[in-house]
DNA sequence: ACTATATTTCTATATTATTAGAAATATGGA
DNA sequence: TCCATATTTCTAATAATATAGAAATATAGT
């Protein structure tokens, strides 16, 4: 992954109302979610809300397709895992003795 | 996690300079790296790097111990871990068939 | 006390992001 | 074609962040 790539992702997600939008859409899973109930349920306003569902959309962290009138709006989990993995990469210079504490998309049953 | 937290740490990596300081601390461990080693590796005047360190570290990316005159910076794999933890909460409301590609620290040869 | 080293804090300037109302666009039904 | 619904784009005001030189602070050796 380059680092602005990884940059851009992690701005997108460093702000309030996107982190908000974004955690809502991993919940939700792949189906995907219309605009409109995102900015119901977390109240925002649709021109801000669009301001920020574009920032994700631009960093490849959701993706959107069109259903008749409406935008379904659903989480890019490969991004997202790949962002993760960015992140830990080649830690302790391959000794994770004291770091290793594997996350990623897992139930909470399965914990 | 708070979602400010999460927000809090997310901008701390949200920036170039602040984003190959922490994969440098992550790579090299626990130990921790001084801060001049740093800057000189990444080619940071040592005021900005003060200012970016100061960041990572009020996100609580980052600890920091003193040896003598020397300040030596390490990775919080702990706080890194939860944050990727928060960011996968709840994937797909329990059923990743979809996303599940776990990642943390784990060394290349594992994977 | 003096000097050298390691790092931070102060400062001002420059750059970038956020907000929401109003207008515009896209789709589909009568 | 006309109207309703869903969402985006435009706009301008406001707010937050990044940069690096210079001065200040902390530590240790002579």
Redesign the interface.
């Known amino acids: 992954m380059e ?2 790539t ?2 851009t992702a ?2 997108a ?4 109302h996107r ?2 939008i ?2 809502l859409l ?5 189906h995907g979610t219309p605009a409109g109930h995102i900015g119901e349920k977390l109240g925002i306003p649709l021109s801000t809300l669009s301001f920020h569902l574009s920032q994700l959309k631009n960093a490849g962290l959701i993706n959107c397709r069109r259903e008749s009138r409406t935008l379904f709006y659903s ?1 890019n ?2 991004s ?2 790949e962002l ?13 003795d ?12 399965e914990k």
């Open positions: 680092i602005l990884a940059v992690l701005s997600l460093a702000q309030e982190l908000e974004f955690r991993v919940r939700e899973g792949v989480a989990y490969l997202m895992n993760m993995a960015y992140l830990t990469e080649n830690c302790c210079e391959g000794n994770p004291s770091c290793e504490i594997p996350v990623g998309c897992v139930p909470e049953k």
